[in-house]
């Protein structure tokens, strides 16, 4: 730019000088002529000296220069232009493979997953899969009749008062009985293909899809998931990867166990198994404080067993070590069945599936627990060869017959890539089988 600006101010100054010369030498010819003609012979420089060099009129070399810089301007300076902003553009569209380049600040980073569980809630009658070691919240209403209770999932801790950006994702659940949101859910559900609403089905039941949550009604009650989402490499939105997981898991559990049903309804509070009855009188049936001798600080993710006798839960420590228990619903006399951050019943009710705990860079197993002799089993034990097997929360065919759970496998050394798959394993045999 500096040498196209030099070069427009040098214009007039070589225009003069081109001008001087031509008069000068126009002037010179005609003194030739005269010095020839005349009797008496002229020194040239004489001749020179004696003759007045006309000068332009300012006007007409003022027009002359805007003409000239127009010429310019037209045949050089805004085609250079143009074929350099294209050629931007063009380099720009290549290192995006042709596509519109995205902006930075849109791209979201998904977190790293190695492992998933289940998590359940039985109050508010679903289960869906969560990443293994995030944060859960549970968001209750101020009023149990007309109130949204959230459950929210994060790897960051999560705040005292529940808002949309400070969870990956959440479970919102309605009662039918809050007018407006009832009303507002009919009003989308009749707009589904309109206004970028869209049919969506959770576990089967229909619903409608914003992009940003899935609402559908069940059994009384607006269940809502709602879900990070990313712009994609055409420019438009879609579920991360780990929110279509969530989706393709969550399932909803046996009608006896839905949200209305309050009596009878075993939780964990502060740390503390308790019961709720009917009337909601709270009843403690597993104190924190009696297992403090041992080393447990409280409990989490308590789950009943089928047949509603029996109970699991898992026992949290000042460390990262956790550990898995069981009893009846009474809370009466507690097992310690080993170290795990899960359990997952049989439908028959006598049988625990769970993962060990580690705190290293350990296999992740499944395990078996027989509730009638209480005997526990490592069933993955002789599977994996030289790599490291991560399993995830195992689940249980229909028939209890078959338990399945996917696994990260790792190289020690370093020298294979990872890969993922997943095991099915006969609970009679004992044989794995990878698919």
């Avoid at 914003?210 to 994609?232: A, C, D």
């Avoid at 393709?248 to 009878?264: L, T, V, W, Y």
């Avoid at 067993?305 to 550990?323: H, K, R």
């Avoid at 509730?371 to 490291?388: A, F, H, P, S, W």
Wanted: proline letters at 5%; one cysteine or more.
């Amino acid at each position: 730019m500096k040498l196209l600006i030099d070069f427009l101010n040098s214009i007039p100054s070589k225009l003069k000088n081109f001008l001087t010369k031509l008069n000068a030498s126009s002037l010179i010819k005609d003194s030739t002529n005269i010095v020839q003609k005349s009797a008496v012979p002229l020194p040239p420089k004489l001749a020179l000296q004696n003759i007045k060099m006309p000068r332009l009129p300012k006007k007409i070399v003022i027009i002359f220069l805007s003409f000239a810089v127009g010429y310019l301007l037209i045949r050089i300076i805004v085609p250079f232009l143009a074929r350099t902003v294209t050629e931007i553009i063009n380099t720009k569209d290549s290192k995006n493979g042709g596509q519109k380049e995205i902006p930075q600040e849109e791209v979201i980073s998904e977190p790293k997953v190695f492992s998933w569980e289940t998590y359940t809630n039985q109050r508010l009658n679903f289960q869906t899969s969560v990443p293994s070691g995030w944060n859960q919240k549970e968001y209750m209403p101020k009023n149990r009749i007309t109130g949204k209770t959230v459950v929210a999932f994060d790897p960051k801790k999560l705040p005292d008062s529940f808002t949309l950006a400070s969870s990956y994702f959440a479970v919102a659940v309605t009662p039918v009985t809050n007018k407006d949101e009832f009303d507002k859910y009919k009003n989308n559900l009749s707009q589904i293909g309109n206004d970028n609403i869209s049919e969506s089905f959770l576990d089967g039941v229909r619903g409608y899809d914003t992009g940003s949550f899935i609402s559908v009604e069940h059994k009384g009650y607006i269940y809502e998931l709602i879900l990070t989402s990313v712009r994609n490499v055409e420019g438009d939105f879609e579920y991360t990867e780990i929110s279509q997981r969530v989706i393709s898991s969550f399932k909803f559990i046996d009608q006896e166990n839905a949200p209305n049903r309050i009596a009878g309804d075993i939780r964990v509070d502060n740390g503390s198994i308790i019961r709720l009855d009917k009337n909601g009188v709270k009843a403690v049936l597993v104190p924190k404080d009696t297992f403090k001798s041992v080393g447990i600080t409280g409990f989490k993710d308590v789950k009943i067993s089928p047949d509603g006798t029996l109970m699991c839960f898992i026992g949290n420590t000042n460390s990262s070590a956790v550990f898995l228990y069981y009893s009846g619903v009474s809370g009466k006399s507690p097992f310690q069945i080993a170290g795990s951050p899960n359990c997952v019943w049989s439908h028959d009710s006598k049988k625990i599936a769970f993962n060990n705990f580690v705190s290293d860079v350990s296999p992740v197993d499944v395990f078996l627990f027989n509730v009638e002799n209480k005997e526990v089993k490592n069933l993955t034990r002789i599977v994996g060869g030289e790599y490291i097997r991560f399993y995830e929360i195992p689940e249980w065919s229909q028939d209890d017959s078959i338990i399945v759970s996917n696994f990260t496998a790792f190289d020690p050394k370093g020298e294979n890539p990872s890969y993922t798959g997943s095991s099915v394993i006969n609970v009679t045999t004992g044989e794995v089988t990878d698919k």
